[in-house]
């Protein structure tokens, strides 16, 4: 069902493939004696035709829509990308998808390639890749081939003219926690940002949430992640009092290393947000500092019965990305009903108001390309997570 492509190297596949030969006879019958027939008239012989060797690649499929997962398979990102492949495929299995193929392409050795591999085999739809640099080397070589990026990035800034991410998106996480914040009589926000692409994206995900929801910025500092810098950063917020919520913009290390430091200050009784990251971090719950936080992220209900199916299948624990791998199959497997074989996927059914189902909960695509999420909100306590606030079933306008 799923097959993984390598450059020079052999392929695996889950696909089996089966054919039949059909065997005729047939019975004589009597006939009336006939004249002996005039002598035959001899020709050149031809040359025997010559039959070539079996052209490298895929099988010819006429069945089946052809769909490449093109993530790192080995490498600092491998174990990511293995879960995410190996997923892929455990969806297929499950949906007993019959209309696509999954042929996994590594682009560990070079994403370019690994997607000019997989044009020149016919696929017609690419899931991955996983990181934003891989996307942007990837974008317009499926544009210039008419296949659409279905990929698992959460950098918002590669999404668009051809190119959906369904990563993990900071700034949904952020709007989501403040709103919840707000309905609960929370008003005036600081935030302790991270310097870098992600730190000013969170950034301008709480200023525009706080806005959004009627509440006020009062505060908010930059560190470089260095011990240093990060408490330079909440010194300055500490003598800036006055907010109800602090925001964490960063990793659960970070919000463990900073939350005893804010809880000193003189608005030590404030709120701390944090963001989807913590949820990968469960020595969050055991820093005192962080009891009663709150963050915003995907539920785990969904992931913990496909984990459990992954572990008995491949005898490992996956990776919390590897749902990315097994929500975009089964987006595939919906939309491979309308997908006539041989030609363009149809896209435009990416764009529906209604959205897909995944073990992640709800998502749709917006115009941007960025899948907006159905998320919940968890509370740290001292045994772990507690929702405060379910996900949404899903979108209501």
Not at 208 to 217: I, K, L, Q, W
Request: proline share 8%.
């Amino acid at each position: 069902m799923a097959e993984q492509s390598h450059p020079r190297q052999a392929r695996w596949s889950f696909l089996a493939l089966a054919a039949s030969l059909a065997l005729g006879g047939c019975i004589p019958r009597s006939e009336p004696r006939q004249p002996p027939p005039p002598p035959p008239v001899q020709v050149p012989q031809e040359e025997p035709e010559t039959v070539l060797p079996p052209t490298p690649g895929l099988p010819q499929d006429e069945t089946r829509n052809r769909v490449a997962v093109l993530v790192p398979l080995s490498g600092e990102n491998g174990g990511v990308g293995r879960s995410i492949a190996n997923a892929a495929n455990l969806a297929l299995l499950d949906t007993g998808g019959e209309r696509i193929r999954i042929t996994v392409y590594d682009t560990a050795g070079g994403a370019a390639a690994a997607a000019n591999e997989a044009i020149a085999e016919g696929n017609g739809l690419f899931l991955g890749p996983l990181l934003a640099e891989h996307v942007s080397e990837v974008a317009p070589i499926a544009r210039g081939a008419g296949v659409p990026v279905i990929a698992f990035s959460n950098d918002v800034g590669v999404a668009g003219n051809g190119v959906y991410i369904m990563g993990f998106n900071p700034g949904q996480s952020i709007d989501r926690v403040v709103e919840h914040a707000r309905s609960q009589g929370v008003e005036r926000f600081a935030g302790l940002i991270p310097d870098g692409v992600y730190g000013r994206r969170a950034s301008q995900a709480l200023i525009a949430a706080v806005e959004r929801t009627g509440g006020r910025m009062v505060a908010m500092q930059t560190y470089d992640r260095s011990p240093t810098s990060l408490r330079a950063a909440v010194t300055r917020l500490n003598a800036q009092s006055g907010y109800d919520a602090m925001l964490i913009a960063d990793n659960g290390r970070i919000a463990i290393a900073a939350a005893p430091m804010i809880r000193s200050g003189p608005s030590g009784q404030a709120r701390i947000l944090g963001t989807e990251l913590w949820r990968a971090e469960p020595a969050v719950s055991k820093e005192p500092a962080l009891r009663g936080a709150w963050f915003a992220t995907v539920s785990d209900t969904m992931f913990d019965q496909m984990r459990t199916r992954y572990r008995a299948r491949y005898n490992l624990t996956p990776y919390r990305l590897g749902s990315l791998g097994y929500d975009a199959v089964l987006l595939a497997v919906r939309i491979a009903g309308d997908w006539r074989i041989g030609r363009p996927f149809p896209v435009n059914q990416l764009r529906s108001e209604e959205g897909f189902m995944g073990v992640d909960g709800a998502f749709r695509f917006g115009a941007d390309g960025v899948a907006e999420r159905s998320l919940e909100v968890l509370e740290v306590t001292e045994n772990g997570f507690t929702v405060v606030s379910p996900a949404p079933k899903g979108f209501e306008d």
